[in-house]
């Protein structure tokens, strides 16, 4: 780890991340990714397939762990405590800790098949939190009002269409009461016409406030939603900016190119 | 551009008014003839052949020592069965283990088990005195608590479950180590983003899905457990064979005693296979039913009984 001695935390970013590594078989992955979001703010990712935003997304919550660079959520290093100077590596339950502050959507939903979704909705606050079963079922009825699925508690998975499905999957996140949310392109694997439902959540949530970060390829949402987009290809950084400045005028031949095959 | 297609009542063909020729299959005629006359020249013989000594067979069908070995067959399955999918999930759970030293070692037993006769296995664990004449229970190279001469520890029971749980136990490691894998990865992360326990995760999330396809093969492993517990007469434990093997060396009569105890085997199958049927059925449509949970089981169970009784 060629970790930079900064200790100072601050308090107002939810994200950090200093020349963050990754490689899978000595294939570098991710580069050197420096970025930073802001509590409260809605960052888009986007990027061509094979650029390392999925795998960006898995080390914040440590799904992946980084080879390289500094990554702090919330202040505290990813998979890392520091003490006396010196590095030590998290035990299980310690990383188990930190990602439940951090929600995660799949592109493929991952919702359990094998439990309805009240099941899958109160399964983490009851088994991480330990809440009350009371508190988490009445918890997950708010929630499922919110995401628009009411009355659908007893619903197995496969009964739901994949709209649902996913609006399901945003409510089991949300019911740890993240700090941080992260997308992992939500609304890929969805038909057209169940896009906007899920997208609609979204912005909802970003609407109140919640911390996101989105890797997408859904630019009107980030147009809309967004306070900063990020275009990453080949492990870089590539451009980051305002969406409505960087749409109407990528600064770099790869941006230009990028956005001109998916606009 | 869309073009409407014209929706017309044309006249069509009509099977119902035609005369339909069938294929003739001269091969499966001559298949079945064949089979015929072989089936009736069995039945002919079993009920002509006065060796087959069917009112032998009816005399020894229920006697006490035969039905005494059946139980010590039934129990010794269902032991062995138990004593294999715990250490068949603990081996399959060390073997998926990033740490190599514990995935080496559930690696190892397995090969070892799968790669001895289980006779041979038996025998071995039957003969430990041999090799280990005192056994004793302390801590390693230091002080004893417990110790007592092997022969008297490893009885007859003891090498037999030994023997069977130890070698069913890498079979169901791998039947296991199978079902685990079937479970999507995006299960375990989806799990472990929500900061659940690696313990949590496997009991609650990973292992009910894993059914789907340990189930199956379990219920083959318990039907062959069933006919592979006749290997202990060989340690000379009365199960169901062995017991019939006493009775006709005392009394000479092999065959008609074999039967006795295969008819019993037989009657245990089918009894097991009608059991293995209704639980594959629903398990092998569980990808769109929800998979295993107890409750659900217990469910399954009452309504059958309810089938059954109505
Ligand atoms: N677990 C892994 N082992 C080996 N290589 C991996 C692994 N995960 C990802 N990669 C590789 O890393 C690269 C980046 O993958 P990643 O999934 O992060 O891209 P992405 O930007 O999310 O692409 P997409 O838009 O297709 O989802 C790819 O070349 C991929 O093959
Ligand atoms: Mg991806």
């Known amino acids: ?263 | 551009m869309t073009t409407p297609i014209p929706t017309t009542d044309q006249p069509k063909p009509d099977l119902a008014t035609l005369q339909v020729a069938p294929t003739r299959h001269y091969g499966r005629w001559f298949g079945t003839a064949v089979l015929l006359v072989l089936v009736a020249m069995l039945v002919h013989t079993l009920f002509t052949n006065p060796r087959f000594q069917w009112t032998v067979v009816a005399e020894y069908f229920t006697t006490p020592t035969i039905i005494e070995g059946l139980f010590n067959t039934l129990w010794l399955t269902a032991a062995a069965m138990a004593i294999g999918i715990v250490l068949g999930t603990v081996l399959a759970i060390m073997r998926l283990s990033p740490n190599p030293v514990l995935s080496g070692s559930a690696a190892t037993f397995v090969w070892f088990f799968r790669g001895t006769p289980l006779l041979v296995q038996l025998i071995f664990w039957f003969n430990l005195s041999a090799l280990y004449p005192k056994l004793s229970l302390g801590i390693p190279f230091g002080p004893e608590f417990i110790s007592g001469s092997a022969n008297e520890f490893i009885t007859v029971y003891v090498a037999a479950l030994l023997g069977l749980g130890l070698n069913e136990g890498a079979y169901m490691a791998e039947i296991v180590r199978a079902g685990i894998n079937s479970v999507h990865s995006g299960q375990r992360e989806a799990a472990e983003a929500l900061g659940m326990s690696s313990r949590r995760i496997l009991t609650r999330i990973i292992l009910p899905q894993a059914m789907r396809v340990i189930i199956p093969p379990t219920g083959n492993q318990l039907i062959g457990m069933l006919k592979t517990t006749s290997l202990v007469s060989v340690i000379a434990l009365p199960d169901l064979l062995y017991s019939a093997q006493m009775i006709y060396s005392s009394n000479f009569q092999t065959i008609p005693l074999l039967i006795v105890a295969s008819i019993w085997y037989l009657i245990v199958t089918t009894i097991l296979s009608i059991g293995q049927y209704f639980v594959e059925r629903r398990f092998s449509k569980s990808d769109n039913k929800p998979a295993f949970t107890l409750a659900r089981l217990k469910k399954t169970v009452t309504n059958g009984q309810r089938e059954a009784t109505a």
């Open chain 1, 1 to 263: 780890m060629n970790a930079p001695a900064t200790t100072a935390v601050e308090s107002d970013v939810a994200v950090e991340c200093v020349a963050v590594q990754k490689s899978f078989d000595g294939t570098p992955v991710l580069k050197s990714i420096d970025l930073s979001v802001p509590h409260g703010q809605v960052m888009c990712v986007i990027g061509p397939s094979g650029s390392g935003k999925s795998t960006f997304l898995r080390c914040i919550n440590h799904l992946e762990r980084i080879d390289g660079g500094l990554l702090r959520v919330a202040g505290e290093m990813v998979g890392y405590r520091e003490h006396k100077g010196r590095l030590h590596e998290l035990r299980h339950h310690e990383i188990a800790r930190r990602r439940a502050d951090i929600g995660m959507v799949f592109q493929s939903f991952n919702l359990f098949p094998h439990l309805t979704v009240l099941e899958n909705i109160i399964e983490a606050p009851m088994a991480v939190r330990k809440n009350q079963r009371d508190d988490a079922v009445a918890d997950a009825r708010r929630l499922l009002d919110k995401v628009g699925l009411t009355g659908r508690e007893d619903a197995y998975p496969r009964m739901l269409s994949g709209g649902q499905q996913q609006r399901v999957a945003i409510a089991r996140a949300l019911a740890m009461r993240p700090k941080l949310m992260l997308f992992d392109e939500p609304t890929s694997a969805l038909d057209p016409e169940l896009v906007g439902e899920v997208l609609s959540v979204m912005k909802e949530l970003a609407a109140e406030g919640m911390t996101m970060i989105v890797v997408t390829h859904e630019l009107g949402f980030a147009r809309e939603v967004a306070d900063t987009v990020v275009f990453m290809d080949g492990g870089y950084i590539v451009e980051q900016g305002a969406p409505a400045e960087m749409f109407a005028n990528p600064q770099t031949e790869r941006c230009r190119d990028f956005l001109g095959k998916v606009l």
